[in-house]
């Protein structure tokens, strides 16, 4: 069983939908669930944007940081 309940992989997904699709995944996961966010770049503006819409209720780990590839494992408390 995989330690992710998802996994959004961001370049594969236009600009206007990838902070919808990745707050889709985030908001069907269920509490202690995480799912993984593979990015081209550092998503620094959408941590403070969870920040802002879900304060408390994610956790936020980095596995891979760049220079090419960032992978996040984001948690749901």
Request: net charge negative.
């Amino acid at each position: 069983m995989s330690e992710f309940a998802a996994t959004v992989n961001a370049p594969e997904y236009p600009p206007q939908l990838k902070h919808k699709v990745i707050f889709e995944t985030f908001d069907s996961l269920k509490p202690n669930e995480a799912m993984l966010l593979i990015n081209d770049h550092d998503p620094v503006p959408l941590r403070f944007q969870f920040q802002a819409m879900h304060p408390g209720k994610f956790t936020w780990d980095y596995i891979e940081q760049g220079p090419a590839t960032f992978r996040v494992k984001i948690g749901k408390c």
